[in-house]
T-cell receptor
Framework: DSGVTQTPKHLITATGQRVTLRCSPRSGDLSVYWYQQSLDQGLQFLIQYYNGEERAKGNILERFSAQQFPDLHSELNLSSLELGDSALYFC??????????????FGSGTRLTVV | QKEVEQDPGPLSVPEGAIVSLNCTYSNSAFQYFMWYRQYSRKGPELLMYTYSSGNKEDGRFTAQVDKSSKYISLFIRDSQPSDSATYLCAMTRAGGYNKLIFGAGTRLAVHP
């Protein structure tokens, strides 16, 4: 167990639908990152939050949005889903309140299948 | 040109071999360098975490960073079939507050 918890582990939904992926960072970590990994593709950075504030955006579609709550968990919302959104979605966390980081810890991911 | 280049392999070696995995990068602002291991469709697992240039050893794994050449390596000694996975290099600017940039990953197969 890495300490980063992602739910659900698997999600199957139809095109046009909306889903929410949840991430609880490692205890004490303030920074949360979302990555997408399509079949046989590398990890693509989507978005980062630090202590509730959006810090960086990557290749995130306008149909996708995210937020980080006061308890530091984060949610990634995917709407108007298309077949091409089928992928593994990973969350990672880093940086505790003292500003220390020991690397970026990844969760086990959510496997999204759009049918 | 990608910020981080990594040979995707696949790399196939016999058990007990020394494996060398490499990445090159173009952004001189990168200060933190990591190696992750990812088993099929699982979350990336942090193997090595180094800051700036130099070597770091942990068991059978050794990470090397050469900032002057913008080149990082991971060596695996006495490779085992359980080492069969995809190895991803990743790097970021200073502070740990910045996004990780990943290489494409090298698929390694260690056969008995």
């Amino acid at each position: 167990d890495s300490g980063v918890t992602q739910t659900p582990k698997h999600l199957i939904t139809a095109t046009g639908q909306r889903v929410t992926l949840r991430c609880s960072p490692r205890s004490g970590d303030l920074s949360v990152y979302w990555y997408q990994q399509s079949l046989d593709q590398g990890l693509q950075f989507l978005i980062q939050y630090y202590n509730g504030e959006e810090r960086a955006k990557g290749n995130i579609l306008e149909r996708f949005s995210a937020q980080q709550f006061p308890d530091l968990h984060s949610e990634l919302n995917l709407s108007s889903l298309e077949l091409g959104d089928s992928a593994l979605y990973f969350c990672a966390s880093s940086v505790d309140r003292a500003g220390r980081t020991y690397g970026y810890t990844f969760g086990s991911g959510t496997r999204l299948t759009v049918v | 040109q990608k910020e981080v280049e990594q040979d995707p392999g696949p790399l196939s070696v016999p058990e007990g071999a020394i494996v060398s995995l490499n990445c090159t990068y173009s952004n001189s602002a990168f200060q933190y360098f990591m190696w992750y291991r990812q088993y099929s469709r699982k979350g990336p697992e942090l193997l090595m975490y180094t800051y700036s240039s130099g070597n770091k050893e942990d068991g059978r794994f050794t990470a090397q960073v050469d900032k002057s050449s913008k080149y990082i390596s991971l060596f695996i000694r006495d490779s085992q079939p359980s080492d069969s996975a995809t190895y991803l290099c990743a790097m970021t600017r200073a502070g740990g507050y910045n996004k990780l940039i990943f290489g494409a990953g090298t698929r390694l197969a260690v056969h008995p």
